[in-house]
């Protein structure tokens, strides 16, 4: 039964995926015609974005570099902590370093929310967009903080992802790899349809599109 359930949920997380990165593709075109064709208060957000992402590679490229692994370290085991409270885990110890990795030790069962959480949740930029959301519209500046960190994330999940990464292979590398291609470009495409306006309504745009393409789909294959 374990396996057929295994099986099944494989095949969910596949189609799901192909469905995300989709929806990503979307979600980066409308990026760019954002900033070349769009309004000047949203190309305004884009480029206060994009300048945090500048900011980030010249302070973690440049200035603080030496500091740069125990920062993504630091980030990647604690975000394995907040998936363990967010699924009533007791979380018993993190440690990082900025050369010997990192650990985190928790009670009870491990799955692959709680190992995969670094790599597919930007949990800092989601912070820094509720932010961004209830300043006054007229205000941009935190939209720089947006930037800085979720290429902070995409950096860190450039360094940190590999094949033999301890996370990946006790979850299954095919699963693995399916389950960040469903839940890391989702996140990235609610980030970046949350500069048009506040995170919420970057979430109900993202999911009313999918909804869209699901529902357009089935009324093309069934008509």
């Known amino acids: 039964m374990n396996k057929i359930t295994r099986i099944i949920s494989t095949v969910i997380l596949t189609l799901t995926a192909l ?3 989709y929806e990503f593709m979307k979600a980066l075109i409308w990026s760019f015609d954002t900033l070349l064709l769009g309004s000047k208060a949203l190309r305004s957000v ?3 974005f994009l300048a945090g992402g500048v900011a980030y590679y010249l302070v973690f490229g440049l200035v603080w570099r030496k500091y740069r692994n125990l920062i993504h370290t630091t980030i990647h085991e ?3 902590a907040f998936m363990c409270m967010i699924m009533f885990r007791d979380v018993v110890s993190v440690q990082s370093t900025s050369d010997q990795g990192g650990v985190m030790y928790h009670r009870g069962d491990a799955n692959i929310f709680i190992a ?3 790599y597919t949740l930007p949990i800092l930029t989601y912070l820094t967009l509720i932010i ?3 300043m006054p519209s007229a205000v941009k500046w935190p939209y720089i903080l947006v930037g800085f960190t979720f290429f902070l994330h995409m950096h860190a999940f450039k360094r940190q992802t590999r094949l033999d990464q301890p996370d990946l292979q006790e979850s299954g590398i095919y699963r693995s790899v399916v389950f960040i291609a469903t839940f890391l470009p989702m996140n990235i495409a609610i980030c970046l349809y949350a500069l048009k ?3 919420w309504a970057g979430i109900g745009t993202y999911f009313a599109s999918v909804w869209s393409d ?3 789909l089935v009324v093309n294959l069934f008509a």
């Open 19 to 21: 469905l995300s990165v």
């Open 116 to 118: 995969l959480a670094p």
């Open 197 to 199: 306006t506040t995170l």
């Open 78 to 80: 604690w975000l394995h």
């Open 132 to 134: 961004a959301s209830v």
């Open 46 to 48: 884009m480029l206060w």
């Open 214 to 216: 699901i529902s357009g």
